[in-house]
């Protein structure tokens, strides 16, 4: 459907380009300066609308390019930062495991040391109970 319409407004523009170049075939005088040229008007006008479409091509043109090349440096960019953060995150991961595993080895020696002076607090108890019972000997 979107083919047909296509092929409808170009047929519709021919026409009236057509209808146009045959409304438009007066010479106009055309002074370069140097010298003076007369040639149809339409020829004037199509060849203004052409020089104005090459220009128009050549700034769009330059325009493109130069957006893919700033969007060529924005993705090595990008790459660049996904790949220092994928670095970063491990480093993280690495130093929170170390984290962990040090406080792990603290925590156990604190149990350790917790049961070493339960059992001190425990001999000490009991000599003071040998000792009260001894007394009351």
């Not at 979107?2 to 209808?19: A, G, M, P, R």
């Not at 020829?43 to 390019?65: D, F, H, K, W």
């Not at 962990?100 to 917790?114: N, P, R, Y």
Request: a positive charge; glycine letters at 2%; charged letters at 30%.
């Amino acid at each position: 459907m979107k083919k047909q319409w296509s092929i409808v407004l170009l047929i519709t523009l021919i026409l009236l380009v057509v209808v146009f170049s045959v409304m438009n075939v007066d010479p106009v005088a055309i002074n370069f300066g140097f010298t003076m040229i007369r040639v149809p008007l339409v020829v004037v006008i199509i060849v203004t609308l052409l020089i104005g479409v090459l220009i128009a091509v050549i700034l769009s043109t330059t325009m493109i390019l130069q957006n893919k090349s700033e969007q060529k440096k924005l993705n090595k960019r990008l790459v660049e930062f996904e790949e220092e953060s994928k670095k970063d995150k491990d480093e993280l991961k690495t130093r929170h495991k170390k984290e962990v595993e040090s406080l792990k080895e603290d925590k156990d020696k604190a149990q350790t040391k917790i049961r070493e002076l339960e059992r001190h607090i425990q001999n000490i108890q009991k000599t003071n109970s040998t000792q009260g019972k001894n007394e009351n000997i």
